[in-house]
């Protein structure tokens, strides 16, 4: 983001004169200037004549100041919840944006008892419900978020379906082998 206007207060000017200025002031810090600390120092900030106030009256003495750049907020990722019918592959939960730093997950099978923090995005095989929280590590330059809402990712059954094979038999015979098919 750009620099704040860097502005300045006088004193010490005789009753009813208004002193001149010309020039700006100056820090060191930019547009991408990291999280820190910065100098505004004086730069070409000079006094000037104004009506009655003569520069040449008068010495300019500069106390600088700092421009301070904080951490900016984080974003959190927005999770979707994942349903699906067993097939043997893994399924991930739904993740979508998250910006500022590293996303972490955690886990829990009945949404109360939490695993540990982890930036491996989770995902499920087997038939269950897994649920999920997420949220951003912040970088240098960006704060922490707080854990989403929980979301879950849910594998049902697969249903086998079993048909029994007609079969006949003459009267008085043993039962022929019973089959099926699937």
Known sequence: ????????????????????????????????????????????????????????????????????????????????????????????????????????YRTSTNNSSWGSWDTTKPSLTDVGTLYVQAYVKGDANHNDTSATGSKSITISKRTITVTAEAKSKTYGEANPSLTYTY
């Open 1 to 104: 983001a750009a620099n704040p206007s860097l502005t300045y207060t006088y004193s010490g000017q005789v009753s009813g004169q208004t002193p001149g200025f010309s020039g700006a002031l100056t820090t060191s810090a930019g547009t991408s200037s990291a999280v820190g600390s910065y100098d505004i120092t004086q730069n070409t900030l000079a006094l000037a004549d104004n009506g009655t106030f003569k520069a040449s009256n008068h010495s300019l003495s500069y106390t600088k100041a700092t421009l301070t750049i904080n951490k900016a907020n984080s974003s959190n990722p927005t999770l979707t919840d994942t349903s699906s019918t067993y097939d043997g592959g893994a399924h991930a939960i739904g993740v979508s944006g998250g910006s500022g730093g590293t996303v972490y």
